[in-house]
């Protein structure tokens, strides 16, 4: 009986031996799992990997306004006829295209005034100080020229295509012609004869005919 007991009393020694050893190596396993776990998902992935999935997501993207085919042939025409860089050229003549879009005006007229007052020279100077592509006066329109800058948008062929253009249209608007409104726009309200109006819109009549006949001309060049 003595050594039966004594088997009993060591064979509980040892299961309680094993069970605290389970306890300690589970407790270990537990707190070196912690120490492995990452502070966010990004630690799972090394630096070069994050990079390239950066670069899988989707950028805000804006589609070009598709240009009317019209530009590119008044594009060449008046970069021929008024001795200017293609680029200024397509540079006025998108701004005319989009002012007028804004403001409700035919693009051909704004650049038939364009045509009659600079030739297209950015920089041109009237003796009454008119200045730019649609030759502005400054002094007459500083609360439109302050909306734009002030007088330095004269100079930036974009902003004084605006000007002239949101001009034209008031003017078209007030006088209740179109052939008065140009006459008003040159200062020239009272001439009876209409001289600049008939003289803006032959030029207009011209720009017309350049773009209709763009095709024909293609087709020649083709031959």
Not at 1 to 7: G, K, R, V
Not at 44 to 73: G, K
């Amino acid at each position: 009986m003595a050594a039966t007991e004594d088997d009993r009393l060591l064979r509980r020694g040892y299961a309680l031996i094993r069970t605290r050893r389970s306890t300690a190596v589970a407790l270990a396993a537990v707190m070196a799992a912690a120490l492995f776990v990452p502070a966010s998902d990004q630690a799972y992935a090394p630096e070069a990997t994050r990079v390239a999935l950066d670069s899988c997501v989707p950028q805000e993207t804006f589609a070009a306004e598709p240009r009317d085919p019209s530009q590119a042939v008044l594009v060449k025409y008046l970069s021929r006829r008024y001795l200017v860089a293609a680029e200024a050229t397509e540079r006025m003549v998108g701004a005319a295209y989009g002012a007028s879009r804004d403001l409700g005006l035919d693009p051909l007229l704004v650049l038939a005034v364009i045509s009659v007052e600079s030739r297209f020279n950015p920089i041109a100077e009237s003796v009454m100080g008119a200045r730019g592509l649609m030759q502005i006066i400054p002094k007459y329109h500083q609360a439109k020229l302050a909306q734009l800058g002030g007088d330095a948008a004269l100079w930036d062929p974009e902003s004084n295509i605006r000007l002239g253009a949101w001009i034209l249209q008031e003017y078209v608007h007030r006088t209740g012609t179109l052939e008065a409104g140009l006459q008003y726009y040159n200062g020239a309200f009272w001439d009876g004869t209409a001289q600049y109006a008939n003289k803006v819109m032959a030029e207009r009549a011209r720009l017309l005919d350049v773009v209709e006949s763009a095709p024909t001309l293609v087709a020649l060049q083709g031959s």
